[in-house]
């Protein structure tokens, strides 16, 4: 079903004047501000990363962002999507963090893994083989690797939440009283919740004297393409290992699933034709490039923003000239050392509270898309019970069991797989649910398809 209302501006309009044109790119910039920030602040603690390194995390995942949405929104499927960090990848990276170093050698070893499924992502999307993989990874997969983002995380929510429970208790209210009981009244609340919830927190933490301005002081005004700190390599080399990149797989994999739904998404919120195989595949194909100038950008891996999507519907504006505005920004926000560096300073029990909201509603979102399989079908029930309870299940195991055989990088390998919750639900998933016996309809693949013609219809 396409979105009802006529378009304001469609994917060729340009606004005038140009201030117009601004105010909205910088809207889609404050739409997607939350969740990319979010992620660095969640992983930076967990790397033992200094401000000054936090702050150059930041301003290197908004250079990523923008570049990757220049990439998609000009060369991929040339819709108005905003690209950025995928929480998909969340579950992989603390993986790779407990298995390395910290800091700049954890990043080396992500950005390897990143680099390494860009070529992957790449390959699936130029070639064409999205399309045909369609019938193998069905919404009994998909739902439970989706939910295992969240769940996997269980245990870094209160811990860092508990550094001050006051201002983690603050998130998480106002979190909830923005998006739930203000939002359906005022849509402004409804689009930026996470993000009041971070301002109001932290008028409050400076009030009480938990901020640290000591990063701000230590970031450059501009960062150099080169030298400590730079935009290419800020971390160093990349480091390749093949066990991280197979764990890193799961996340393009539930990525590439949740961009093929977005692109159907972004058709019908632009009131645009529904998007062809071929535009599929060069959207994935693009999503991939991105993620392999990232894992040089010394950023994180990306995908397709909803929020933005939604945003598009809201505000029935389509331009791709708006779009490619809010990508000078975000291009403008990783040079520019400072704003990282003011990032830097958001304390740690605030991102506690952002865990102990978003991770339960990843895990939530993740179930719901298992809704599109018949749930009254033992078969699907007991994959679903199965891949997911592995999931938390063998990590627990992998954690106190020393798991060492020959050779020693496949033992490394299947340590690396069998520690990361989102990687065993795949492969289990992915196994069972074509091995087991089951028609498109009960397992859902029927539903999935045509609800990418009906968005677009």
């Not at 993740?366 to 999931?391: E, P, Q, V």
């Amino acid at each position: 079903m396409s979105v009802p209302g006529k378009m304001v501006y469609t994917l060729d309009d340009v606004p005038k004047p140009f201030t117009k044109a601004l105010g909205l790119g910088i809207q889609h910039v404050l739409t997607m501000f939350g969740a990319t920030v979010a992620v660095p602040l969640i992983l930076a603690p967990v790397m033992g990363m200094s401000p000054q390194q936090t702050a150059v995390l930041v301003a290197s995942v908004m250079l990523c962002s923008g570049i990757a949405t220049f990439l998609q929104t000009n060369f991929g499927t040339r819709l108005p999507i905003i690209q950025g960090v995928s929480f998909s990848f969340l579950g992989p990276f603390f993986a790779i963090i407990a298995a390395t170093a910290g800091g700049a050698d954890t990043m080396q070893h992500i950005a390897g893994a990143i680099i390494l499924g860009a070529l992957v992502e790449m390959l699936v999307g130029f070639t064409g083989l999205i399309g045909k993989l369609q019938k193998y990874v069905s919404p009994v997969v998909i739902g439970p690797v989706i939910a295992m983002i969240g769940l996997a995380l269980y245990n870094a929510g209160a811990p860092m939440a508990g550094q001050n429970w006051i201002l983690a208790i603050i998130v998480i209210v106002c979190a909830f009283f923005f998006s739930l009981i203000l939002g359906p009244k005022k849509p402004f609340f409804s689009l930026f919740p996470i993000l009041l919830a971070v301002i109001v927190a932290y008028i409050v933490a400076v009030f009480m004297g938990k901020v640290d301005f000591s990063a701000i002081a230590a970031a450059p005004w501009f960062r150099l393409p080169w030298g400590e700190g730079g935009w290419i390599l800020p971390w160093g080399m990349p480091k390749f290992d093949v066990g991280f990149f197979l764990v890193v797989l799961a996340g393009y994999l539930a990525s590439m699933i949740e961009s093929y739904g977005d692109y159907h998404s972004i058709s019908a919120a632009a009131q645009a034709p529904a998007p062809t195989g071929k535009q599929i595949s060069r959207g994935i194909g693009m999503e991939g490039l991105g993620c392999f100038f990232t894992g040089l950008l010394g950023g994180f891996a990306s995908t397709s923003y909803t929020e933005n999507i939604g945003l598009v519907g809201l505000t029935k504006v389509a331009s791709r000239y708006v779009v490619n505005i809010a990508v000078v920004i975000l291009i403008i926000f990783g040079i520019f050392g400072k704003f990282g560096g003011a990032v830097a300073t958001i304390p740690g029990a605030i991102v506690g509270g952002l865990y102990c909201t978003l991770f339960g509603l990843i895990a939530s979102i993740g179930l719901s898309n298992s809704a599109k399989a018949d749930l009254s079908s033992m078969r699907n029930l007991m994959i679903m019970g199965f891949i997911l309870f592995m999931g938390l299940s063998l990590p627990a195991y992998f954690k106190g069991a020393e798991v060492s055989f020959e050779p020693v990088w496949l033992s490394n390998i299947v340590t690396t797989i069998g520690s990361t919750g989102m990687a065993v639900s795949a492969i289990l998933g992915l196994i069972l649910d074509n091995v087991i016996p089951g028609t498109a309809e009960e397992r859902g693949i029927t539903a999935f398809l045509n609800q990418g013609k009906s968005a677009s219809a």
